[in-house]
């Protein structure tokens, strides 16, 4: 399994950052792998929510089906599969005193023959994970 975890500050409120983070779509903006990101279900954004993502790593495109499974004050967490890979995507949000301090913390374990590259791939996801840093701090400061 691949593991990745970063820690940053940004300078909204846990409210504001908890809200625009909720909707999956905004990966969009946030996530530098996303291409597209659509949800696929109705009405307000809420535990079972789902999105159709579409990221690129390496050179190719992979699409996950991703559901919101939790969702509380302080902490979103969002699980995409596909035939080859499950990722959960943990997002913990706290006051801070300049705003709001948010751990990201993305598992992604890949099945049947993929499992075999996992070693290869982690440092190219420890680069995306600081490049989702980057990212997110600026669209979140922007709000």
Not at 106 to 135: R, Y
């Amino acid at each position: 399994m691949i593991d990745v975890e970063r820690t940053f500050e940004v300078r909204q409120p846990v409210s504001v950052v908890v809200d625009y983070l909720k909707d999956f779509a905004n990966a969009e903006q946030w996530d530098p792998g996303t291409k597209s990101c659509t949800r696929t279900d109705a009405g307000p954004v809420q535990v079972g929510s789902t999105w159709h993502n579409v990221s690129e790593f390496k050179g190719k495109d992979t699409e996950l089906e991703y559901r919101l499974v939790e969702m509380t004050a302080g902490r979103l967490q969002f699980q995409g599969e596909n035939k080859t890979a499950t990722s959960v995507d943990t997002i913990s949000v706290q006051a801070a005193d300049t705003g709001s301090a948010i751990t990201y913390h993305a598992q992604i374990e890949f099945h049947g023959l993929a499992k075999l590259a996992t070693p290869f791939l982690k440092s190219e996801f420890e680069e995306l994970g600081d490049k989702t840093v980057q990212q997110m701090t600026s669209v979140l400061n922007a709000l």
